[in-house]
């Protein structure tokens, strides 16, 4: 009896190894498809997360430019229809005065940069 006894106890020894090992397998096969699986879809994804990026970042430039077309567009507008700021625009660029009209400009002070002390 002691002979059947082990050979049944290394038998049930052997198949426990064994559906460990198919359990470890189907692991490791379950891990290898996920990460096959993210392999394929993580190039795309960056790509993705890069373009909206760069979407950002060309709609701030087109919000710019529009701001800056609107700014100009006013300026024409004021330019063609308003002769009080025509003139200003026309005096102040062309450095023009009326008769008898004195001009005071002031300028801002420049910064000259620290000279070394001699030593």
């Known amino acids: 009896m002691d002979a059947t006894g082990y050979?049944?106890?290394?038998?049930?020894?052997?198949?426990?190894?064994?559906?460990?090992?198919?359990h470890v397998l189907r692991v490791l096969?379950?891990?290898?498809?996920w990460l096959l699986i993210i392999s394929f879809f993580l190039p795309p994804?960056?790509?993705?997360?890069?373009?909206?990026?760069?979407?950002?970042?060309?709609q701030a430039q087109l919000n710019e430019q529009?701001?800056?077309?609107?700014?100009?567009?006013?300026q024409v507008t004021l330019l063609k229809s308003d002769p009080t700021y025509l003139e200003?625009?026309?005096?102040?660029?062309?450095?023009?005065m009326k008769e008898g009209e004195t001009i005071f400009?002031?300028?801002?002070?420049?910064?000259e940069p620290k000279r070394p002390s001699p030593p």
Request: without cysteine.
């Open 29 to 33: 096969l379950f891990v290898a498809v």
């Open 105 to 111: 400009r002031l300028e801002s002070r420049r910064t």
């Open 88 to 96: 200003t625009i026309a005096r102040d660029s062309l450095e023009l």
């Open 66 to 74: 529009q701001t800056l077309l609107a700014r100009q567009t006013k």
């Open 45 to 58: 994804y960056k790509k993705l997360n890069q373009n909206r990026g760069e979407i950002d970042q060309l």
């Open 7 to 22: 050979g049944d106890f290394r038998a049930r020894r052997e198949a426990t190894i064994w559906q460990r090992m198919n």
